[in-house]
């Protein structure tokens, strides 16, 4: 069990290492793409020029005889919540451990949001969810969910996305932004899915690391399931081995694309051994060329 001092220091170290991210690329792209339920009214005014003349209240326009113009401001009141999938394959990493990276991934989004003044909740689960944050404002708030994060020991190594996304459709009621992160490593989600995306803007946040795309020519090697703890003697310097992982890796992707495309949700893709400030870059760009909120 880490010290708090330990989590303390990481948490310290993850805030600085984001804090660059939030303030020059995410704050303003986050606001514009991730916006509230809609507008509520604030105010009754005086008409001046270069107001937009639909919003002219004729009723109070006609009593005063002088144009008036209704005031909106935009109604936040955002929850945006954090599916973290704590299963033991996401300690894999050649360069950093994908779970290390999620955690850094998950404070930048987090710190936008709180920038934002939107309420910031998270999950955290493996074979069923282990941990909820109800969510909330504040940076206090964001950086009491980063200590978890860094902290948490999981009761299980396994992953069951599928009972997971189901309890999570269960417990949030009220329209949210979701994030889920995970390697999605061989699981079947899609009915969950479908229910979350009803109701919810989800959006699937995928750790890569590229020794799992593909296997080096080392020798004879000792592969482990992280999760079942299954091990496998291989070959590795065996090429019609090799190829064939590449190919089932290739397929498993695929997969995975279609079923995001089909259920129009979309993917930001995270490779361990690279900054995410890029994918992060190119997913608002994305969403702000489509319109979509």
């Known amino acids: 069990m880490l010290e708090t001092k330990e989590i303390l220091r990481q948490v310290k170290r993850i805030e600085i290492v984001t804090k660059h991210l939030v303030d020059g690329l995410i704050a303003g792209n986050y606001h514009s793409i991730f916006k ?13 020029p270069g107001d937009d003349i639909r919003a002219i209240d004729w009723k109070v326009t006609a009593r005063f005889d002088h144009p008036f113009i209704k005031e909106f401001v935009e109604e936040r009141d955002l929850n ?3 599916a973290f999938d ?24 987090m710190f936008s ?12 689960f493996t074979e069923d969810i282990e941990r909820f944050i109800l969510a909330r404002k504040g940076r206090r708030h964001v950086l009491k969910l980063i200590s978890l994060l860094v902290s948490h020991k999981p009761r299980s190594k396994k992953t069951n996305m599928e009972r997971s996304l189901f309890h999570i459709s269960n417990i949030i009621k009220k329209r949210s932004i979701i994030f889920i992160l995970s390697d999605f490593y061989n699981q079947d989600f899609e009915k969950p899915l479908k229910t979350l995306k ?3 803007d989800v959006i699937a946040i995928k750790i890569n ?4 795309a593909e296997i080096p020519d080392v020798g004879m090697i000792q592969l482990e399931d992280e999760e079942t703890g299954e091990q496998l003697l291989v070959d590795t310097s065996d090429k019609s081995f090799r190829d064939n992982y590449a190919k089932l890796v ?10 995001f495309n089909k259920n129009k949700v979309d993917v930001i893709n995270i490779n361990t051994d690279m900054p995410h400030e890029f994918p992060l870059r190119k997913f608002f760009e994305m969403r702000r060329t489509r319109g979509v909120r």
């Open 36 to 48: 509230g339920r809609g507008i509520e009214f604030s105010e009754i005014r005086d008409y001046r």
């Open 80 to 82: 945006v919540y954090f």
């Open 86 to 109: 704590y299963s033991a394959s996401n300690y894999f990493g050649n360069l950093i451990e994908k779970r290390r990276k999620a955690i850094e991934l998950t404070a930048t989004l």
């Open 113 to 124: 949001a709180a920038r934002n003044n939107d309420n910031v909740g998270l999950f955290i």
């Open 198 to 200: 009803r109701r919810h």
């Open 209 to 212: 690391d590229a020794r799992e």
């Open 250 to 259: 290739s397929k498993e992707e695929v997969r995975l694309r279609s079923l």
